[in-house]
C-alpha cells in the first residue's frame, strides 16, 4: 500500500511541519508574554503560577499554530518535490495527482480528528484553568515593594514614605509612617530618622525597627473632662512596627468557583445549552403571538369547526343584527367624565400590553442572541479542525505549481491563503454573533469558499489545465475565426 514515494513524502513533511510549529508557537508566547507581563511582573506571584499560566495559555496557541504548520509545511514538502524534478519521475511513472497526494490527506485527516477532539475537550479545560488563574491574580495585590519619595499604600490602613533605602543592608534613612487603623480623624503619625527592614522566616510579617523618632496621635479619654481626646506626642529611641503580610500572599481560589463561558465549556455542554434556549425560545416566540394577536392565549379546539370565508354580505348581516345595535345603544346617556374614565382606562390597559409584548420580545432576542453565541463557539472548534484537510488540499496542488521548495515564495503564499482564511472567518464569526448570519453559515464559510478553491486548484493540476488553452485564449480565437 505505501511505495517508495510515499514514504519519501511523509518524511519530508515533518520537519518543516514541526520547524514552523515550533516557530508560530515561539511567536505566540512572546507576544503573549509582551502583552501581560506588566500585570504579572512586580505582583510578588510565585514563579510556578506564571508558568502554570503560560501553559494553559498554549492552548489556544496550538489551536492557531497547527493549521498554519500544516499549509506551509505541505507547500514546502511538495515544492520541493517539483523543484528536484522528483514529481516529473513521478508522473512518468503512472501515478497520478491523488495517489501522490494521498498520505498527505491521510496526515491532515489524523490532524483534523486529532484537533477535533483538542477543541472540544482540552481546549475548554485549559482557558476555564486560565480564566480561574487569571481571576487570582487579579485579585492578588503588590508585593511589598518600598520606592524612594513615593508613598507605599499596599497594606490597608497604613502608608509608608521613606527618603532613601539601601537594598543590599536594608537600611532606611528618613521613615513617615501614618496608621489610619483607628479611622481618618485619630490618624497615628510615625516620623524616624532611620530605621531597618526585616522580613520573617515564612514571609508573612514584616518588622520595621525605627530609631530616633516621634509618635503623634490623637487619643480617647476614658475619664470624662472638658474635651473627649488629647494629643500625644511621643519620642523614642528604638520602635519596632510589625506589618501583616498575610493580605498579599497568592491564593488559589477553588477549581470549580468559576462560572464558565462558550470559551471554557465543552460542544456538548454547549449543545445541550442551545437545545434548552431554542426550546424556550420556541415557547416564547408562541407567547409573543398570542400577546400580540388574541392579546390572550391561544386555545386549541377540537377541529371540527367549520371556517366559513368573509364576504361583504355577511359583514352587512353583521352590522344590522340587533345585538350590534343593542351594544351601541349601551354607551347612550354616558356622561364625559365617564367616557374619560373609560378611555383612560383603555389606554392604561393597552399601554400595559404594549408593555408586556415589549418585554417579551427583549426575552426573546436574549434567548436566540445567546443560543447563537453558544452554536457560534461550537462550529468555530470543528471549523478550525476541519481546516488542516483543507490546507493539505490546496498546499499540495498549490506547491507543485509553485516547484519551490525553498521558504520564501512558500511563505508569501501561505499568508496570503491565511490571511484570507482567518478574516472570512472572524468576519464570519461577527456577523453571527449579531444575527446577520447563522451560525454554520458564519463559521462554514472560510471552510467552504476556501475548500473550493483548494478544490479548483486540485482540479487544474489533476487535470493539467496548463498545457491546454486558457478560456480566454479559446475565446480569441473564436472571435478571430468568427462564428
Given at each position: 500500500?505505501?511505495?517508495?514515494?510515499?514514504?519519501?513524502?511523509?518524511?519530508?513533511?515533518?520537519?518543516?511541519?514541526?520547524?514552523?510549529?515550533?516557530?508560530?508557537?515561539?511567536?505566540?508566547?512572546m507576544?503573549?508574554l509582551?502583552?501581560?507581563m506588566?500585570?504579572l511582573?512586580?505582583?510578588?506571584?510565585?514563579?510556578?503560577?506564571?508558568l502554570?499560566?503560560?501553559?494553559?495559555?498554549?492552548?489556544?496557541?496550538?489551536?492557531?499554530?497547527?493549521?498554519?504548520?500544516?499549509?506551509?509545511?505541505?507547500?514546502?514538502?511538495?515544492?520541493r518535490?517539483?523543484?528536484?524534478?522528483?514529481y516529473?519521475?513521478?508522473k512518468t511513472?503512472?501515478?497520478?495527482?491523488?495517489?501522490v497526494?494521498?498520505?498527505?490527506?491521510?496526515?491532515?485527516a489524523?490532524?483534523?480528528?486529532?484537533?477535533?477532539?483538542f477543541?472540544?475537550?482540552?481546549?475548554?479545560?485549559?482557558?476555564?484553568?486560565?480564566?480561574?488563574?487569571?481571576?487570582?491574580?487579579?485579585?492578588?495585590?503588590?508585593?511589598?515593594?518600598?520606592?524612594?519619595?513615593?508613598?507605599?499604600?499596599g497594606?490597608?490602613?497604613?502608608?509608608i514614605?521613606v527618603?532613601?533605602?539601601?537594598?543590599?543592608?536594608?537600611?532606611?534613612?528618613d521613615?513617615t509612617?501614618f496608621?489610619?487603623?483607628q479611622?481618618s480623624?485619630?490618624?497615628?503619625?510615625?516620623?524616624?530618622a532611620?530605621?531597618?527592614?526585616?522580613?520573617?522566616?515564612?514571609?508573612?510579617?514584616?518588622?520595621?525597627?525605627l530609631?530616633?523618632g516621634?509618635?503623634?496621635?490623637?487619643?480617647?479619654n476614658?475619664?470624662?473632662?472638658g474635651?473627649?481626646?488629647?494629643y500625644?506626642?511621643?519620642?523614642?529611641?528604638?520602635?519596632?512596627?510589625?506589618?501583616?503580610?498575610?493580605?498579599?500572599?497568592f491564593?488559589?481560589?477553588?477549581?470549580?468557583?468559576e462560572?464558565?463561558s462558550?470559551?471554557?465549556?465543552r460542544?456538548?455542554e454547549?449543545?445541550?445549552i442551545?437545545?434548552?434556549?431554542?426550546?424556550?425560545a420556541q415557547?416564547?416566540?408562541?407567547?409573543?403571538?398570542n400577546?400580540?394577536?388574541?392579546?390572550?392565549?391561544?386555545?386549541?379546539?377540537?377541529?371540527?369547526?367549520?371556517?366559513?370565508?368573509?364576504t361583504?354580505?355577511?359583514?352587512e348581516e353583521s352590522?344590522?343584527?340587533?345585538?350590534?345595535?343593542?351594544?351601541?345603544?349601551?354607551?347612550?346617556?354616558?356622561t364625559?367624565?365617564?367616557?374619560?374614565?373609560v378611555?383612560n382606562?383603555?389606554?392604561q390597559s393597552?399601554r400595559l400590553?404594549?408593555?408586556?409584548i415589549?418585554?417579551?420580545?427583549?426575552?426573546?432576542h436574549?434567548?436566540?442572541?445567546r443560543?447563537?453565541?453558544?452554536?457560534?463557539?461550537?462550529?468555530?472548534?470543528?471549523?478550525?479542525?476541519?481546516?488542516?484537510?483543507i490546507?493539505?488540499?490546496?498546499?499540495?496542488?498549490?506547491?507543485?505549481?509553485?516547484?519551490r521548495?525553498?521558504?520564501?515564495?512558500?511563505?508569501?503564499?501561505?499568508?496570503?491563503?491565511?490571511l484570507?482564511?482567518w478574516?472570512?472567518?472572524?468576519?464570519g464569526?461577527?456577523?453571527?454573533?449579531?444575527?446577520?448570519l447563522?451560525?454554520?453559515?458564519?463559521?462554514?464559510?472560510?471552510?467552504?469558499?476556501?475548500g473550493?478553491g483548494?478544490?479548483?486548484?486540485?482540479?487544474?493540476?489533476y487535470?493539467?489545465?496548463?498545457?491546454?488553452?486558457?478560456l480566454?485564449?479559446?475565446?480569441?480565437?473564436?472571435?478571430?475565426?468568427?462564428?
Open positions: 500500500m505505501f511505495s517508495r514515494i510515499h514514504r519519501m513524502i511523509l518524511r519530508m513533511f515533518p520537519g518543516p511541519f514541526l520547524g514552523w510549529l515550533g516557530a508560530f508557537m515561539f511567536l505566540l508566547v507576544q503573549f509582551i502583552r501581560y506588566s500585570q511582573v512586580g505582583r510578588g506571584l510565585p514563579a510556578t503560577a506564571i502554570e499560566l503560560v501553559a494553559y495559555s498554549l492552548a489556544y496557541m496550538v489551536v492557531l499554530a497547527v493549521p498554519m504548520s500544516v499549509l506551509i509545511a505541505t507547500l514546502m514538502t511538495y515544492g518535490l517539483a523543484e528536484t524534478g522528483a516529473a519521475v513521478i511513472s503512472g501515478l497520478s495527482l491523488m495517489q497526494l494521498w498520505p498527505s490527506l491521510l496526515v491532515g489524523l490532524l483534523t480528528a486529532g484537533m477535533w477532539h477543541n472540544s475537550v482540552i481546549l475548554p479545560e485549559a482557558n476555564y484553568r486560565a480564566k480561574t488563574l487569571w481571576s487570582d491574580i487579579r485579585q492578588k495585590k503588590p508585593g511589598f515593594e518600598l520606592e524612594p519619595g513615593v508613598f507605599y499604600e497594606i490597608d490602613d497604613y502608608s514614605l527618603k532613601e533605602i539601601n537594598h543590599e543592608t536594608g537600611a532606611l534613612t521613615v509612617i496608621d489610619y487603623s479611622g480623624k485619630r490618624r497615628a503619625e510615625i516620623k524616624a532611620s530605621g531597618r527592614l526585616s522580613a520573617s522566616d515564612s514571609g508573612s510579617e514584616l518588622t520595621l525597627e530609631a530616633d516621634e509618635l503623634h496621635r490623637l487619643m480617647r476614658r475619664v470624662a473632662t474635651s473627649t481626646e488629647r500625644e506626642r511621643l519620642k523614642f529611641k528604638t520602635y519596632l512596627f510589625r506589618l501583616d503580610l498575610s493580605d498579599l500572599a491564593r488559589r481560589s477553588d477549581p470549580g468557583s462560572r464558565r462558550d470559551r471554557t465549556m460542544s456538548r454547549m449543545q445541550r442551545v437545545d434548552s434556549l431554542r426550546a424556550t415557547q416564547t416566540r408562541v407567547d409573543l403571538l400577546q400580540t394577536l388574541f392579546l390572550g392565549t391561544l386555545e386549541p379546539t377540537d377541529g371540527n369547526e367549520v371556517i366559513r370565508p368573509v361583504p354580505a355577511r359583514i352590522l344590522n343584527a340587533d345585538d350590534a345595535l343593542q351594544h351601541i345603544r349601551n354607551f347612550e346617556g354616558l364625559s367624565d365617564r367616557i374619560r374614565s378611555y382606562r383603555s389606554i393597552a400590553v404594549r408593555s408586556q415589549d418585554n417579551t420580545k427583549r426575552t426573546l436574549w434567548q436566540e442572541q443560543a447563537d453565541r453558544f452554536a457560534v463557539e461550537i462550529h468555530k472548534k470543528y471549523s478550525i479542525a476541519v481546516a488542516c484537510i490546507f493539505v488540499l490546496i498546499g499540495g496542488p498549490l506547491g507543485l505549481s509553485i516547484r521548495g525553498s521558504l520564501g515564495r512558500s511563505a508569501i503564499v501561505a499568508v496570503a491563503i491565511l484570507f482564511y478574516v472570512t472567518l472572524v468576519q464569526e461577527k456577523f453571527a454573533d449579531r444575527g446577520h447563522e451560525p454554520w453559515i458564519g463559521m462554514w464559510a472560510a471552510n467552504v469558499v476556501t473550493i483548494g478544490l479548483w486548484i486540485f482540479l487544474y493540476a487535470l493539467d489545465l496548463k498545457a491546454t488553452p486558457s480566454t485564449s479559446r475565446f480569441r480565437r473564436w472571435l478571430k475565426r468568427g462564428p
